[in-house]
Structures are given as structure tokens and as C-alpha cells.
């Protein structure tokens, strides 16, 4: 497979292959949630896109994009907003 990925800005965010073992999949007793196949392959395929810090994400139970508030912990390179993420 061929991933073409473009910088939006000269601050883009890091992209890597995702990785199948996960921390809160791996502390469950008998790592149970590897025994569910699609979710396992859902962590197994695909990219994560990490966003270069740490942010704060408040969701007020409703069920609109705007019910979620997502706050950068400190300012972002280049002062863009956490409009791809």
C-alpha cells in the first residue's frame, strides 16, 4: 500500500504505522480485548497522527462535534489551531 500524506503547514504533525499491542489492551486480565478480531484489527492496520502535545478533550455527553471542547496544554508549533485533529 502507498500513503501519500502532504504538510499543511511547515509544523505537521508525526505520522506512524499503528501498532498492534495496546497499554489498556494489555491490562486487562488475560488481555481479553486481543480475543475480539475486529477490534484487534482495528490496532493491528492503519496511522496514527500524533498531535505534538498534550491536550485536554471535555465532551458534554451530546452528540455534535460542537459538544466537544479540545484544548492544546501548551501552545502548538507555529501557533496553529487543532483544526486536524
Not at 3 to 32: G, I, K, N, V
Request: glycine share 6%; aromatic share 10%; with cysteine.
Amino acid at each position: 500500500m502507498k500513503l501519500s500524506c502532504y504538510a499543511l503547514s511547515e509544523h505537521a504533525p508525526t505520522l506512524r504505522a499503528a501498532r498492534p499491542q495496546r497499554d489498556w489492551m494489555d491490562l486487562f486480565p488475560d488481555r481479553h480485548p486481543y480475543r475480539c478480531l475486529p477490534l484487534t484489527i482495528a490496532a493491528s492496520f492503519g496511522w496514527e497522527v500524533l498531535c505534538p502535545v498534550a491536550v485536554e478533550i471535555e465532551w458534554n455527553g451530546g452528540p455534535h462535534s460542537s459538544d466537544i471542547e479540545i484544548r492544546a496544554q501548551k501552545p502548538l508549533p507555529g501557533g496553529k489551531p487543532l483544526d486536524h485533529f
